[in-house]
């Protein structure tokens, strides 16, 4: 007998965008009003909001959701308990360098962990594509991870605020972006469905 196990079910349209940015512009908008502890409080209830909408929809929380859960709840934490707002502020380099260590770890060891991730969605894409692809992520991150380091030492909250909602998302985007080519270049199908055949002549 076959396995007739149904494949997991996504997230995807709003509700994954609700789930992955919905946190964040609750603390800005927090922030709009009240303070830098208030909004990370904030930030801390939303983030469990998105995981138990994810768990509603699907019945299950990505990995990648829980890692930046924890990572809320340690550096939220701190921040409130010792009112000390630079262990929010240091989160998102800590996230962006565990994310390069882990791909060029990755590509020490001969595993590419983008593909694992991400190789049912982009079809097609050789080897040579991926190595490329997870070099210029880990390559990115370290310097997202910089930036966040030099705004919020060297500006005000407002400045790195700004910059963690808006500027941070519209790097990884337009980055995500810019990649397109070489994955075209090395093999990406835009169209993974096969145009229906032509019937012949009748017989």
């Known amino acids: ?14 509700p994954k965008l609700a789930v992955d940015f919905g946190p964040l ?11 830098i502890f ?12 998105a ?15 829980w890692f930046s859960a924890i990572l809320v709840g340690v550096f939220g934490g701190l921040t409130l308990w010792l009112k000390d707002e630079t262990f929010i502020k240091v989160k998102p380099t800590i ?9 060029f770890f990755g590509l020490y060891r001969g595993n590419n962990y983008l593909k694992s991730l991400f ?13 490329l692809l997870t070099w210029r992520w880990a390559i990115f991150f370290l310097v997202v991870a910089a930036m966040n380091e030099a705004i919020w030492r060297l500006f005000s909250t407002d400045i790195w605020m700004h910059f963690k909602v808006w500027g941070d998302t519209l790097l990884t985007f337009l980055f995500a972006l810019a ?3 070489m994955l075209m270049r090395h093999g990406l199908k835009l169209e993974d469905k096969a145009k229906p055949e032509k019937p012949g002549p009748e017989m």
């Open 1 to 14: 007998m076959t396995d007739q196990t149904p494949p997991r079910r996504q997230l995807e349209g709003w």
């Open 179 to 181: 990649q397109m080519p």
């Open 38 to 49: 208030v909004a990370t409080a904030a930030f801390m209830v939303a983030t469990a909001a």
């Open 119 to 131: 190789g049912s969605a982009f079809h097609g894409v050789s080897e040579r594509g991926w190595q």
């Open 25 to 35: 512009l609750v603390m800005f908008a927090t922030y709009a009003r009240f303070d």
């Open 95 to 103: 996230i962006y360098l565990i994310f390069s260590a882990v791909l």
């Open 51 to 65: 995981m138990a909408f994810s768990w509603a929809l699907t019945r299950r929380i990505p990995a990648m959701t």
